[in-house]
């Protein structure tokens, strides 16, 4: 715990929590549940930001804004939507405080709201509502349009980044006239999501659908992406909706086909969120502090000078310049750690902790040898290099870095994915050998929920590449034709 | 009224509303005072956000996030602070929504939080509630922290971008160990506001100070930009508070200064909000529709093909592809407007009314004699030119209307600046010439209510650049030394 930090192997949970807090990502505010997101998060959740909204736009999507506030009747229109969110939704009733006359704010109950008011869980009743008065005919559409917003959901277990009461997030909101077009969308943007995952976080992903317990409250299907922690639990990274004409009924959104007739239209919604920050911290982490995967990080490389004489720290300082030069010319992000206030190896500590992917230390006598040391983070290990071509090279180390980030989750996934063929086993396996079960399933929620009431294990998705293998459920012992992925989850 | 828009001369504000409409920029949405800002609407809005992020960055500052919603109590800890905001702000009093057993989705009265919370109107009590913990010795200072966030001000007359319930804006907030450096940040980001107005907006902007009335509730001093619209009336752009300590000792953060001395902390905050696209508008636009500066325009360069047969619209489509290429070399953005459903006059109409700044068109005689035809919005010039050089011309053609926009609304406001030595021809001024009003004033609170209260004249500022100049307060003749700046305003 030389950091404040507790070993993973200690306590998972209490581990991801010290390095949250630790690493000056967030911490909790005095509102319940609600966090602060401190400059170096927002910093990572910001390079998220960026990539994601080029892939949405490269898509032909377009950002917009609706209100945070949502009237009550809204939710109430889609039957199953206002089931999923009522139990846990903040709610406006007041629109003024006043003094009492003794010096005691209170609230003015001359103002209270004709309808209450919902802070947005999920926008699609606000949206369709809108939606409304956008689309009269098949002219108007598709409808591209992603939000970028906070949203709240009153959660009463709460987890900083995982489950917070407020988070941040994207939801797109897409209209269209035909079903298959919808359908399409909605695979595309789980296309998208496993890109981002995969090719940004380092993070591997199960592409699936989830059944319909776990859906989105007013989807016809969720796909999802799902990811392994290093504790073996799974996590849900984002999903996307095919919503069917469920929200158009609700608010009544018509349009004219190309044959002239009116029909409802079809839709999708699709968000990830600052849970994504979450999934980063548990997936690659260590007990020396965060691992950040380079494509992700807001300093890429951290130059640290060693020196005992500020003659010395000027000629390091010369060189880092033109070193400093050069990667930023590469769109290389680089940090010069010139502070005299700290000795070189609190410094390598507290970049360690804050999960830089490269290190260069450099003291007069590498100047003197044309040298540096260069330390990478995912694997602790340090190595001698020339100062000559240093810039190829850590261009090609954070590629090197990237991908080897990805492999390493990639293959703990692997090895932490089994199958189990009776109920027996899959205890056993779930105790065992968390991670992903794979397991046939009789297809019925009611042994679905059997199964998560004794293990709390859930169906994490059934796998779009499942293939087809006769089976026996696990519980009933009913045909299957494909296993599904358990597993225990955040 | 061709486009559904009033003419500015007939109904200014009648011509504003519908122009935000018609060009899609926004519109009201169910939650009262709230609105929907539309993809095309949001998409200046990007634009405006990454400009200010990048001035913000580069001063030093990063971004975070803060909660959305505030316990009372915090309010009530600065005097002046509650006093500005209790009375238009969104209270939360639940956290559920149940159904009645007949259908009735209603409030679950057993879920009443135990103290309210508000909606952000502004962050100043969460963030230095925050930042108690943050700071312990002036080595934690400065913190430099800016926050993209949407706020909820109960506004009971509200117009589209200029005043809206929910808004969205950024906010810094910044703490120091000295007074003097908070002053010079104050000012600081005060000179980046202006710098934004002027060279991207196109609009000359008065630096100036707040009187005492017109603080921020908790301010020891209010700076502030403010633009004059095509109406005479000003608008404030942007503002940047001086706090002193308020907020460190109603939060009780204090630190160990240099001297090994507790002292409170000292403090700023600064924002600018979504009502900057309602100065853009007011400021640029004609009964045609939208202007919009070249620098924060979505869509620079608009090409519309004149064609009669497909043959044509290929040929032309082919150079058009080679053009476009160019121009993104240039960091322009084109838009090819190649739809074979509307004719070309629709076309230039509704580019027109979405205010690019700059429209090619282009037919199979054009391409025969290796011309095309520029349209400039803000002129409305058009001029036939070869398509030789044809994109350093566009480029050359952007920077100059981006200039040209800017000195008309320069010259506009000097023309509309004015000076009245007495009460009766302040009077007669604001009525006949509606503008700013250089004049003189007392000093005191009443004489500036007084004449609100008569006029309903504010002074907007003290310009930073006002003159030392003797003179009498054109309300009590009592003796001034600088003239204030009045006018009627948004």
């Not at 592409?207 to 996590?235: H, S, V, W």
């Not at 951290?302 to 000629?315: A, N």
Request: charged share 30%.
């Amino acid at each position: 715990m030389s950091k404040g930090i507790i070993s993973k192997e200690e306590d998972y949970s209490q581990w991801y929590n010290d390095l949250v807090i630790k690493a000056d990502l967030a911490e909790y505010s005095p509102v319940r549940g609600c966090m602060v997101i401190k400059p170096y998060g927002y910093s990572i959740w910001e390079k998220m930001q960026a990539v994601l909204d080029k892939m949405f736009k490269d898509t032909g999507h377009s950002n917009a804004y609706f209100p945070l506030l949502i009237p009550k009747s809204f939710f109430s229109k889609e039957a199953s939507h206002v089931e999923g969110f009522a139990k846990e939704c903040a709610v406006v009733t007041h629109y003024r405080l006043k003094n009492d006359g003794n010096g005691q704010i209170i609230v003015d109950s001359d103002a209270k709201l004709e309808e209450e008011l919902i802070i947005r869980p999920t926008s699609e009743t606000i949206i369709w509502n809108t939606y409304k008065g956008w689309i009269q005919s098949y002219r108007d559409l598709p409808i591209l349009v992603n939000q970028w917003a906070n949203v709240m959901r009153w959660e009463m277990r709460t987890r900083l980044f995982l489950r917070t009461s407020e988070f941040l997030w994207q939801e797109g909101h897409t209209a269209h006239a035909t079903s298959e077009e919808a359908i399409a969308e909605a695979e595309q943007m789980l296309e998208v999501y496993a890109d981002f995952a995969e090719n940004w976080l380092a993070l591997p992903v199960v592409r699936g659908r989830k059944t319909p317990n776990e859906r989105f409250a007013g989807a016809l299907d969720t796909y999802c992406i799902e990811a392994l922690m290093q504790d073996g639990k799974a996590l849900q990274a984002g999903t996307s909706h095919f919503l069917g004409q469920n929200f158009a009924k609700a608010f009544d959104v018509k349009f004219t086909n190309r044959e002239g007739k009116q029909d409802f239209v079809w839709a999708t919604s699709w968000g990830v969120s600052t849970r994504l920050l979450g999934a980063l911290i548990m997936s690659h982490s260590d007990d020396a502090g965060l691992v950040i995967p380079p494509m992700l990080a807001p300093i890429q490389v951290v130059v640290v000078p060693i020196f005992k004489s500020d003659e010395e720290l000027d000629t390091i300082s010369e060189y880092v310049k033109g070193l400093t030069k050069e990667l930023k010319a590469k769109n290389i992000s680089v940090k010069f750690d010139n502070r005299d206030t700290q000795r070189p190896g609190f410094k390598f500590a507290e970049w360690e902790l804050k999960g830089v992917p490269l290190r260069i230390a450099i003291g007069s006598r590498d100047l003197q040898n044309g040298t540096v040391e260069l330390a990478r983070r995912d694997t602790k290990t340090k190595e001698s290099t020339t100062q000559e071509g240093l810039a190829d090279k850590v261009e090609q180390l954070l590629a090197d870095i990237q991908q080897n980030m990805f492999k390493k989750a990639f293959d703990f996934r692997e090895a932490n994915t089994v199958e189990a063929n009776d109920y027996e086993e899959f205890k056993r396996l779930l105790d065992e050998q968390p991670g992903f079960i794979a397991a046939h399933w009789d297809g019925t929620p009611e042994t679905e929920q059997k199964i998560k009431d004794e293990t709390k294990a859930t169906i994490r998705c059934i796998p779009l590449d499942a293939k087809e293998e006769e089976g026996k459920c696990i519980y009933t012992g009913k045909p299957s034709n494909k296993r599904v992925l358990f597993a225990r989850a955040y």
